[in-house]
């Protein structure tokens, strides 16, 4: 979002100068909204849907949240207790707890939220800055981050850079001309790196060798798999068709 520190001070004056009637909502919004300017991983954002987060975050209730996860494809489902929602550099996280443990959601990876009619039931004491800077803390000390190199067909990397934002570090440029441009993915762990499958031929991992060898033995799986299903069917036909002469 481009903001800087200037901005905080800017809020801080004008809170100042508020009539003393509006003082309440303003604090109210400065406790369940925060900015964080720095960004954790490069590449272009997915626009996520806020009307539902906010209501239940300016409500104070819970929330019925169809969430996918990163490099998953099923949804999961999760009754959350918001505490507020968080810009980082331009990607909107809600804030909660989940059975009284801090969690933290992504809003372009909400399938669905409802609100639901029971209370909010935050940890006693426990305000939307200090639960961001305990998940904030997680994620950015996590340990082993594996960085990835991959060259992509130069015909597939918009589509390439729209599903792989969250993970790219270095962007892939076109070149007139080039068949493959380079481009380089961060990953938390190695089963992440699962997901450029999904591009089959089009893309290729270039380094580290464990990425290309967990990416083998999942299409190695994949294949047997759909080999041992479908095999019978074909051998089925072949003594069933007429034999040339």
Known sequence: MGLDTALGSALRKVMAALPAPHRPAAEVTSRRILVDATRWKGGP????????????????????????????????????????????????YLVADSRGRPRLFRADRVRSATILTDPVKRRPGVELADAWAELRRQVEERPGTIDVTVRVRSDRVDLFRRVNGPWLTVLPETEDGSEWVTARLSYGFLGEARQLLAFGDQVEVLSPPEVRAELLRTATSVTELYLRSALPDWQDRDRRAPRKR
């Open 45 to 92: 954002q997915p626009a996520a849907d806020l009307d539902v987060l906010q209501d239940a975050v300016f409500t104070d209730h819970r929330l019925k949240l169809r969430y996918r996860h990163s490099g998953e494809t099923e949804t999961r489902t999760y009754t959350v207790d918001p505490y507020g929602l968080v810009a980082k550099a331009g990607v909107w």
